[in-house]
């Protein structure tokens, strides 16, 4: 085998890579982008293996799209969550159109109809400085590290650039006891905080009252509203700055005039109080106990919003509830088949699916076309630049 390899690179596949093709084998290629020419370094190369893969290291051609990358610790040999900041801005958004229409075609049997686009603001910051969430484990030495891609090995971070200003700057200018698990929240409007193996930080160092705050306050304004919520420290919230309004505003404008409504993988009721506040009827289904208090928390005041902590599958078949619409973020797996089933039961005319990967949302839409469910209009937004990932906001109706 060796190490180093010339190759042509070609189309971009799921996952933050582009194909090539070595003597009949494929090659899944990361920092190098369709068109290029580059000398890759194997990274996994086993010799009966179907695919290997690799980083390219040296560009001998260059394709037009190419910038000097945005983070650097994330290039070759680095670490994960930055596989696309070599790719200016506009090729990112065109790699994840090329990406969902990949995915439409081969799983879902039709084109994917919409477009992908950008979150508001990205654009005037380079898509930097996005992240209010981030998760870094520390090095050996105390500093901020993450896991090299595809790898157990960590390394010592020089920057963060896709973190919030002020949460980057707190995360590299803190040390940590070694291999310590960091989480960094940095809520809207409020100072940026630090959880450590699960304990909450303050002034750099554990903050150990039982009255330690561990809830974070978020706010989301959109065209339609503007309302408040508060999450656990550790618990889920959607990472871009301004995906929690771009999500909101998404959902409610695809809501129509449904007075019932099934929030599924609901969270801590992101879409469930804004839903619900207008005096739709709406149930919110949650399977983390955690998130599940949050949301009982955030739709307290909500009066026809009821708070159901359960698997969104279990529920469904146990209940036999209906619905006029239903709202589903689940998570990177998709909802799958067998939720598919009950699902289908609810009998919605609309069903809203909000998806953060776009190979489990074309396998879904297959399956949802099997019960009757047409994809009306779908969008990409770019809610992680930099990185592969892509969401994806459809509207299914019933044929
Ligand atoms: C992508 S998050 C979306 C949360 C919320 N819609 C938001 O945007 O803030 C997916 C949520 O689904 C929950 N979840 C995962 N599997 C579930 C299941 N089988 N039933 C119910 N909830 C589930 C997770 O705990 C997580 O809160």
Redo the contacts with the bound molecule.
Sequence with gaps: MRDLLTLEIGAVAHGGHCVARHEGRVVFVRHTLPGEVVRARLTEAGDDARLWRADAVEILEASPDRVASAWPDAGPGGVGGGELAHVSLPAQRRWKHDVLREAFTRFADMDFPGEVAAAPGDDERGGLGYRTRVTVVAGPDGRAAMHVHRSRAVKALDSLPIAAPALEELVLGTRFPAASHIQGVAPAGEEPRLVVDGTPWKGGRPDRRDNAPRRVRESVTTPQGEWSFQVDVEG???VHRA??AV?VDAVLSRIGDAETVL?????????TVPLASSGRSVTS????AR?SRDARRNAHDVPSASIVH??????LDATGVTADAV?L???RSGAGGK?IDVLAKVGASRLIY?A?DPVALARDTALLAAHGYVLEEAQGLDLFPMTHHIETVATFVRS
């Design positions: 889920f919230w959607q995906a929690p999500l929030d599924l993988y609901a969270g801590a009721g992101l879409f289904v949650e399977s983390d998130a359960a698997d969104t599958r279990a529920f709202v973020d689940p998570p939720t909000v953060c």
